[in-house]
């Protein structure tokens, strides 16, 4: 009859119960290496979570980003307005810009007030100067002309 | 842009010029006004350069060319010419 070895296997963990202050040291062997942490590895190579964005463009975008605003009313003894103009808002090295794109016109100033100021002074002096019956204009400035002729006209007296 | 490169621009384009409140510039050419432009008053007031280069009708690299020597008034009237901002029959 052949002999048959048994071992009898330690119990690799410790029943608690409460009221217990102490803790004992496993005894050598096997019970050692399941308190040791696993190796610790590097994860593989990933694309990094902040990427640059290629932005189209000439210009980066504004941390002011630029809005509209409509000029209602001009404050102008001979000129007022039919209809509001659309007006892009910026602010360039500290000053406001009004942008009227249609005509490429523009007024500055360091408020929004004073650059409407601006802007409304210098419709009125580009009014009459292409008004003005001695003047030949070019293809351009006659559609810049029919443009300030929609939203312009003189006040009636 | 500064001020002396908006004066250069007027003065190689021989442009006529008018102190009111600003100082208004304009290109008059065989008796036709084509473009205009204008500046503020005082050498530290900002000039939009986006917006007077969008006035003169040109693009970046041709606005860059005015202010210094590469672009010549003859370049600039074939510019506009090309554009059909001067009429092709009055461009010389």
Known sequence: MAAVAVEIIKPTFEILTPGTLEVAEPSSGVTKEALQLPRQTPPPPQQPMTQAVLIMGSTLPSARPEKQICLGVLRDPEYRLRKPIPLSVSVEESEVVLAWSEIDEFGRGETTSAALDDFGETLRELYSKLHAPEVRLGADLQRVKQVLDEYIEPRTR | ?92
């Open chain 2, 1 to 92: 842009m500064k001020v002396h490169e908006f004066e250069r621009i007027v003065t190689k384009l021989g442009m006529e010029t008018r102190d009111s409140r600003d100082r208004l510039a304009w290109l008059v050419h065989d008796g036709v006004t084509v473009v205009r432009t204008r500046r503020s008053h005082g050498k530290g007031k900002y000039l939009p350069e986006h917006l007077i280069r969008q006035q003169l009708k040109v693009n970046e690299l041709q606005f860059a060319g005015l202010i210094s020597c590469d672009v010549t008034k003859e370049d600039y009237i074939k510019i506009l010419t090309e554009k059909g901002i001067i009429s092709s029959k009055s461009a010389k």
